[in-house]
């Protein structure tokens, strides 16, 4: 069964930094590509970046301005996600997501996310 | 403001056949496939249609996705109690990212 489980949220101060973590079981991780999507209270969903199997090809969405890095470990079956000159308007739901081999935009298993509040 | 759109709100009663509209444009919807996620309350997303009418496995037949130029479409026909939910359509845009519609509401009355 695949299981995606996030880590890493909590309360940071504005222009604080963040890591969040995404670990996967029973799957092929290094095989799979992953994805960041967030949900700010009560909104709707917004996805925030995409990292390749191997690492090597990353895209982000226009709105972070480079404030933002996904990266992976294979070998620890892992996603992260680097956040720092966070912003009150970061303050969401931050889940981890695998792209399906169907169809790599589709995202397919999805983790139960981590809440990351962004507050003085 | 969501780059693609969706209305707020749908409803209908059980047994009916509701459909949700997405609208986009040439650098999303038209030129990449439509993705369709349910949101349960307070639950994560789920995968209802991915290449804009091909369901995953466990996913009822009830559900159907169309898609057509610029636009695509969600249907949900024998709707059930369990239906309501935020639906979300999703597409690849050429500026390579993905695009969410802002979500649409279901009510079963």
């Known amino acids: 069964e695949v299981q995606l489980v996030e880590s890493g949220g909590g309360l940071v101060q504005p222009g604080g930094s963040l890591r969040l973590s995404c670990e996967a079981s029973?799957?092929?991780?290094?095989?799979?590509?992953m994805n960041w999507v967030r949900q700010a209270p009560g909104k709707g969903l917004e996805w925030v970046s995409y990292?390749?199997?191997?690492?090597?090809?990353?895209y982000y969405a226009d709105s972070l301005k480079g404030r933002f890095t996904i990266s992976r470990d294979n070998a620890k079956n892992s996603l992260y996600l680097q956040m720092n000159n966070l912003r009150a308007e970061d303050t969401a739901v931050y889940y981890c997501?695998?792209?399906?081999?169907?169809?790599?935009?589709?995202?397919?298993?999805w983790g139960q996310g981590t809440m990351v509040t962004v507050s003085s | 403001q969501s780059v693609l759109t969706q209305p707020p709100s749908a409803s209908g009663t059980p047994g009916q056949r509701v459909t949700i509209s997405c609208s986009g444009s040439?650098?999303?919807?038209?030129?990449?496939?439509v993705n369709w996620y349910q949101q349960l309350p307070g639950t994560a997303p789920k995968l209802l249609i991915y290449?804009?009418?091909q369901r995953p496995s466990g996913v009822p037949d009830r559900f159907s996705g169309s898609k057509s130029g610029t636009s695509a479409s969600l249907a949900i026909s024998g709707l059930q109690s369990e239906d309501e939910a935020d639906y979300y359509c999703a597409a690849w845009s050429d500026s390579q990212n993905v695009v969410f519609g802002g979500g649409t509401k279901l009510t079963v009355l």
């Open positions: 997501a695998t792209s399906s081999p169907m169809d790599s935009d589709a995202l397919d298993n």
């Open positions: 040439t650098s999303n919807i038209g030129s990449h496939t």
């Open positions: 029973g799957f092929t991780f290094s095989s799979f590509e």
């Open positions: 290449s804009d009418d």
């Open positions: 990292i390749g199997s191997s690492g090597g090809t990353v």
